[in-house]
């Protein structure tokens, strides 16, 4: 059944269909809750260590609890004991957990902007296809009054039987390119419900009109979008921020004790009561074989991540230098499809038809006439379509909306 926020009075509106797939797509709903738990594990990375309550009882001669009280060495003892981190330790573990709490956000919005930009590629795929087809059934119209003008010329022995074949022919070759672009139609939209988390037969009506969106920034601009707000960076950065605050974590636990404070009251039947103080220090003596592996271990993942944020800086300067090639192309193509290959197609369609009623032309360039104007108008929603999806593709990695 089709979904009504997908369907606007002239179609199936692009917002809709990205907003269904934001809402129904499960990864986001994990990535969601993964932050969640992320952002929980903050407060517990920067508490103190539970503390400790302790019930002892000494007897003497008898083993059972609290038998024999009355004897001289017997008694009852109620201790407490903290453990305290060395000064700076509960700070860089927060750090670190709200590192990792930010690393996981921005993974979400990163796997949100590539799911939108899916949803975009396919839906001007499907706006091509659905131009196309209306462009299709057009032509077929007048294929089917020019086969009815070259049977009336042919019956009166004013043309001949090949005009009525090659027009017959150019009607089936027309039906053929329908078939396919139905086939590519149903390929898209399986796949558009895919993105929608949905079953793939759904049916989706004809997709609004697309406009040409404007002209995306110079390449240096798209670079700097993409360096300010692209969500991959931003999670590689505060990834390499956690990694340095749990290399600095690493570096204070190997080198400096953790400290314990303790109290205990000792309660004698006998003799005064007392109280015992004291202080232990938790310290790494085996710093070699143990705490120093732990600084290798976050120094390698710090320097694994910084590589991998270097990686991905040259993959989207790659990545939207050849979308802006492809965006910029398009559009003088479309330019010159609109103003000039269309108009001029059009109006030597026009003439061969009135040309050919009049007997001044033959069938075949009447019918080459048509073919041609039917590919530039075609190619031109064509080109339209690889236009917007060009910048859906910028948008995926500068994090900026392009498309409107």
Not at 203 to 209: G, H, L, Q, V
């Given at each position: 059944m089709q979904h009504k926020a997908d369907v606007q009075a002239g179609g199936v509106s692009l917002a809709g269909l990205v907003e269904a797939a934001l809402a129904a797509n499960p990864e986001l709903t994990v990535m969601r809750r993964g932050f969640d738990a992320a952002r929980a594990r903050i407060p517990?990375?920067?508490?103190?260590?539970?503390?400790?309550?302790?019930?002892?009882?000494?007897?003497?001669?008898?083993?059972?609890?609290?038998?024999?009280?009355?004897?001289?060495?017997?008694?009852?003892?109620?201790?407490?004991s903290q453990d305290l981190p060395w000064f700076g330790v509960r700070r860089l573990r927060g750090q670190v957990a709200s590192a990792e709490s930010e690393a996981k956000f921005q993974e979400y919005a990163a796997t949100a902007l590539r799911l939108t930009s899916e949803v975009k590629l396919a839906y001007y795929d499907l706006s091509y296809t659905d131009r196309a087809l209306a462009v299709l059934a057009r032509d077929k119209e007048i294929l089917d009054k020019i086969a009815q003008v070259a049977e009336a010329r042919y019956s009166v022995g004013k043309a001949q039987q090949v005009d009525v074949v090659n027009v017959r022919v150019e009607i089936t070759e027309l039906l053929e390119k329908q078939a396919m672009l139905e086939q590519r139609r149903a390929i898209t939209v399986a796949q558009l419900n895919n993105l929608l988390y949905r079953n793939p037969e759904t049916?989706?009506?004809?997709?609004?009109?697309v406009k040409m969106s404007p002209e995306p920034p110079p390449l240096e601009?798209?670079?700097?979008?993409?360096?300010?707000?692209?969500p991959d960076l931003k999670q590689l950065r505060r990834m390499i921020d956690g990694n340095n605050k749990a290399l600095r974590l690493a570096e204070r636990e190997a080198k400096y004790p953790e400290v314990g404070v303790n109290f205990i009251y000792h309660n004698r039947p006998v003799f005064s009561d007392y109280y015992t103080y004291g202080v232990t220090l938790r310290l790494p003596l085996y710093a070699a074989t143990k705490q120093r592996y732990a600084i290798k271990e976050q120094a390698a993942n710090?320097?694994?991540?910084?590589?991998?944020?270097?990686?991905?800086?040259?993959?989207?300067?790659?990545?939207?230098?050849?979308?802006?090639?492809?965006?910029?192309?398009?559009?003088?193509?479309?330019?010159?499809?609109?103003?000039?290959?269309?108009?001029?197609?059009?109006?030597?369609?026009?003439?061969?038809?009135s040309a050919y009623q009049t007997g001044q032309i033959e069938m075949l360039t009447l019918l080459n006439s048509l073919k041609r104007a039917l590919d530039y108008e075609t190619r031109f929603y064509e080109l339209l379509a690889d236009y917007q999806k060009a910048l859906a593709e910028m948008e995926r990695f500068t994090g900026v909306e392009l498309t409107k």
């Open positions: 517990q990375a920067k508490a103190l260590p539970d503390p400790m309550v302790s019930l002892s009882n000494s007897t003497v001669t008898n083993p059972v609890p609290f038998a024999g009280l009355k004897n001289d060495f017997s008694e009852i003892a109620l201790g407490f049916p989706i009506e004809k997709t609004a009109d601009e798209l670079e700097r979008l993409s360096s300010e707000n692209a710090l320097a694994a991540t910084q590589a991998r944020l270097d990686s991905n800086l040259s993959l989207i300067r790659y990545k939207l230098r050849d979308a802006r090639v492809r965006a910029s192309t398009s559009a003088r193509l479309i330019k010159l499809h609109e103003q000039g290959l269309i108009p001029q197609a059009t109006l030597a369609l026009e003439s061969a038809l």
